[in-house]
């Protein structure tokens, strides 16, 4: 294949951070800055991911780049929105992370919190590289705000007691990273962006440091991961969630993160009882602008460029496997090979457990997260045994399969789900048939309650 450095795809970039540090509000932001430019069209709120052509971000780069002279090459960039670190988890097939640079968010005004930290581990185990968004700004006493204004510029207009208060929350900020092992500068004192992470004072209510973080994220994925990004026309693309769509029956969205997709395509996608081999129908990705769910509101496209969230419309898609990777068929591809890669993930991790005969039901919204709540029932003393499992929302055949314990060992008669919606029909069904339910978007709450459960069930 074709690699070129100069021909690069967009990076993908993930937003993580403690809740309320203005992880949604900064996305916002940056949707509106453009929008608020007067320009019409080109940022989509993909599927889970906005994607922001570079043309678009020039309006706020172009801000900085007049020092920096910086010449542009990624073609915009793919923002993921990640509402928690359960679902950056889910952004990794196994062996490979789909996010190439991530913004941690940390409230100026407080510090490193504890989701931080545990956004920090996943970041470090993941070895994803990343910049600080030293959000709030505008919260320091006698900020005067300037919208949308290069971080610099706007702090030079500060009052000396802003400056200073800002000064020693960034400085504490700094300590905190420190006590954690790791090197905190704010970005343009930072002189080694290899052991140094660099942060960036911004404001989501203003959209001062906006430009500031757009410039950096350019900067270092371009100076720092140009082989990583580039451009390849070999499919890289993983399937992040399979929904039923009033209309299109199955779908699946996606995240292509290189190469080209075109309609008409045949692929190979993991299914839960064996690969499917099917045609994409319709590519499909909102119209700019609009967020809206419904069929009609989708535009198609004969063709895609990574990076870019896609939904994909095709048959047989219904037991496909999230968390897992798609193929593309080319002429000189022999299907049964492709067919066994995409199954080699969902194999090796069902191989490990199905041996109980006696356990709880799983079930969960990717391989990632299955694989995830497995390893930890299986950590845990004494291990919870696991008669069956499943991926993607719970249907009545689920609960039936569950039910089939109540005679053996009606304890067990369980479902532990995790970050997947329940049917009514399914609702129905367990109530009828005696299973309970536990239900979280959190692992450890799932379990927590699970464990109340054993020990009132020994009592
Ligand atoms: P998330 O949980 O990290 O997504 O946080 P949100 O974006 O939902 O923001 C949480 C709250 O903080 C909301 O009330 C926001 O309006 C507020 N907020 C977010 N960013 C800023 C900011 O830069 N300045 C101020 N003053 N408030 C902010
Ligand atoms: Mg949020």
Redesign the pocket.
Known sequence: AERSPDRLRSPICCVL?H????????LDKIRRTNVQGGEAGGITQQIGATYFPMSRLRTQTDKINKDLLLDYKIPGLLVVDTPGHESFSNLRTRGSNLCDIAVL?VDIMHGLEPQTLESLQLLRRSKTPFVVAL??V??IYGWEPHKFSPLRDTLAKQKSYSVSEFETRTRSTIAAFQEQGLNAALYYENDDFKRTVSLVP????TGEGIPDLLMLITQLTQQMMGHRIMFTPWVQCSVLEVKAIDGLGTTIDVCLTNGEIHEGDEIVVCGMNGAIVTTVRALLTPPPEREIRVKADYQRNKVVTAAMGIKISANDLEKAVAGTQLLVVHPDDEIEDLKAEVQRDLESIMGGFATDTTGVHVQASTLGSLEALLEYLRSIKPPVPVASVAIGPVHRRDVMQCAAMLERAPEYAIMLCFDVKVTPEAEAEAVSAGVRFFTADIIYHLTDAFERHLAEAKA
């Open positions: 951070g809740v309320d540090t203005g992880k949604t509000s900064l968010v959000n709030k505008d919260r911004t404001s989501a209510i």
